[in-house]
């Protein structure tokens, strides 16, 4: 939990998206609200199509809304003008894509240093210092992300969204293509921005040791929070994610007996 200010870096309220018309919609997210305090670093897990990415986007501005309403710090997104919303994307939000989105034309530098660029900012030079030294990437700057392997684009990726020192950063995913020790560097430098630096860190993963570093876990299952962890280990974000999937909330359907879920379910709302 956040040691520092319970400010709410990142909210979404009564958040609902749909997607296509008819027999075939979907609804992604169903009235999901849920806060990320600022300095806190949260995990959301769930199955394959439970949301994860609709909620990321919605919440990064990178997606509109259907219906309900998506905070960053004050600002209401909904209310914001295209030229706006890229402005507050580009000055208060960093976001990890689990495909890099890297321009293979530039250097890992001129990746890096992109968003800051095109915003006329120059990087804190000793934070981007200590970013590219702790993620491995000083003797990569000048390579092209076709001469780099899948952890160090991934790793450049990360820095990329940390360079500007964001107020929150978003990741989908960021370590789903990384071996275990890339994972470690990407998930300690997230870690370290919450913890030295006050930033908010919400991140999608499936990886339970992925989600122990986190603060707290969010548990999404058919579009709406079934469940939360605080202060998560491995073992307790497996055991959450077995009870979720042997209660059925995990897969989206009713196996459940009724009555049976509730006592973490955060409104009458998330029984599905
Ligand atoms: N652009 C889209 N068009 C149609 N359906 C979509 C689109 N994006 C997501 N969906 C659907 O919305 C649901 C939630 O998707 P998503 O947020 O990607 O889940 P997750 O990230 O948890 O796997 C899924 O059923 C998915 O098929
Ligand atoms: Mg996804």
């Given amino acids: 939990m956040s040691k520092h200010s319970p400010a709410v870096a990142a909210r979404a309220v009564e958040l609902s998206k749909s997607y296509g018309t008819g027999d075939t ?12 305090s600022r300095g806190e670093f949260t995990a ?7 949301g994860k990415s609709t909620l990321m986007h919605c919440l990064a501005g990178l997606d509109s809304a259907g219906s309900g309403s998506v905070l960053i710090g004050g600002t209401e997104l909904t209310a914001l003008t295209d030229k706006e919303m890229t402005q507050l994307r580009r000055d208060r939000i960093g976001f990890v894509f689990q495909a890099f989105n890297l321009v293979p034309t530039l250097t890992a530098l001129e990746n890096i240093t992109l968003p800051l660029d095109i915003a006329g900012r120059k990087p804190d030079a000793a934070w981007l210092d200590s970013v590219l030294g702790r993620l491995g990437l000083k003797d990569r700057l000048d390579h092209r992300p076709g001469e780099l392997s899948g952890g160090q684009q991934q790793r450049v990726a990360c820095a990329r969204a940390l360079a500007g020192q964001p107020e929150i950063i978003f990741g989908d995913e960021p370590t789903g293509n990384l071996d275990s020790k890339s994972s470690g560097e990407v998930l300690s430098i997230l870690r370290a921005a919450v913890d030295e630096f006050d930033q908010t860190v919400v991140i999608v993963t499936h990886d339970p040791r992925a989600a ?8 999404l299952g058919d579009g709406k929070i ?18 979720l999937d042997e209660s059925g909330l995990e897969s989206g359907l009713d196996k459940r007996a009724p009555g049976s879920v509730g006592a973490h379910a955060l409104s009458s709302d998330s029984a599905v």
């Fill in 44 to 50: 959301i897990m769930g199955p394959s199509g439970s």
């Fill in 25 to 36: 919609q979907v609804h992604a997210l169903s009235a999901v609200s849920v806060d990320f």
């Fill in 212 to 219: 122990a570093y986190a603060d707290r876990v969010v548990f």
């Fill in 226 to 243: 079934v469940d939360e962890l605080l202060e998560p280990t491995a073992d307790s974000v497996l055991d959450t994610m077995k009870r």
